[in-house]
């Protein structure tokens, strides 16, 4: 017969093989270690976010204690905000130089030898 029962259907199970080289594996791996090390290195840019608004917020609250130190005032907060500024850079250029590294594995080797030979 054309139709047969379903007791009679073997189940087939496919079986796909997945292989990789070490090498594939090892390039994955540090590519999600250079997203999760970049992520962790931007988080420093919210608190140089926090850090700029507790600036000028402060400045808006000493400018309504006394408006005769505005000129004082206003130096101290410019100094504040490239201060919070600078760290918030400093953690994005980090960052950025986590995700874009690419340095040979001849140089790293004789790096890390040179730094055992000096330590």
Known sequence: PLIQPLASVQPVFAVRLFQTSPKVLDESLEQAAKFIGAGCATVGV?????????????????????????????????????????????????????????????????LTGLSRTIL
């Open 46 to 110: 919210a608190g140089s976010g926090a850090g700029i608004g507790t600036v000028f917020g402060s400045l808006v609250e000493g400018y309504a204690r006394n408006p005769s130190l505005k000129t004082q005032l206003f130096s101290y907060c410019v100094l504040g905000f490239a201060l919070s500024e600078a760290m918030g850079l400093f953690c994005l250029m980090i960052a950025f130089m986590i995700l874009f590294r690419s340095i040979d594995k001849q140089v790293d080797n004789l």
